[in-house]
């Protein structure tokens, strides 16, 4: 079965934020976009353009996760979580947010976007060029980098995919060389 008949079947032809039936789309949670049953949901494309655009958020609009965040679906419970999490300074919001309870990985999961957080306190990740990083990007190693507690070289132009930021450190990154997932310092790459 298709990843859009299964979504339509589990959601019932309807939004699963907000219950709307007209405009429907597949969603795919960001920062690594996995389409799978577990990683999307169908969202109306009024649900779709305000997450992807937080300067177009309709607080009143969201009141409608007060039922959606009950979900049994960790998709339905992870996009809940970080809107919530957006709009908390509005009340209502951070009430909602008290009363939901996510499973650790699923919470970190949420979390990964930086949803929430407030500008002064989010940890920003910038290549060499100064062009800021998320997670699940691509970037190209810029010099050759010896790879402690090995003897492997990482030689200049050697791509890393599907990128993990370090949350307590902006200059560090994660992801794999071959078959050897490294931390790299972001001074040494630059996105593709």
């Not at 589990?10 to 976009?33: F, M, N, W």
């Not at 979390?111 to 002064?120: L, R």
């Not at 100064?130 to 970037?139: F, I």
Request: some cysteine.
């Amino acid at each position: 079965m298709s990843l859009d008949r299964a979504l339509n079947k589990r959601a019932d032809g309807q939004c699963e934020l907000c219950t709307s039936k007209e405009h429907l789309e597949v969603y795919t949670l960001a920062p690594i976009k996995d389409k799978s049953l577990n990683r999307s949901l169908t969202a109306c494309k009024v649900c779709k353009d305000q997450i992807e655009n937080p300067d177009r958020t309709d607080a009143n609009h969201w009141r409608c996760l007060n039922d959606s965040m009950w979900s049994e679906h960790e998709p339905v419970k992870v996009v809940a979580w970080r809107m919530l999490s957006r709009l908390r300074k509005e009340g209502w919001p951070q009430d909602l947010l008290d009363m939901l309870y996510l499973e650790d990985e699923v919470l970190d999961f949420a979390k990964t976007t930086g949803e929430g957080e407030d500008a002064e306190d989010k940890v920003i990740h910038r290549d060499v060029n100064g062009v800021v990083l998320n997670t699940g990007d691509s970037v190209v190693l810029i010099k050759d980098l010896k790879v402690k507690g090995s003897s492997m070289v990482a030689k200049q132009g050697t791509p890393v995919r599907n990128i993990r930021l370090d949350r307590d450190n902006e200059k560090y990154i994660e992801g794999k060389v071959g078959p050897t997932q490294i931390v790299i310092i972001t001074d040494y790459v630059k996105k593709t």
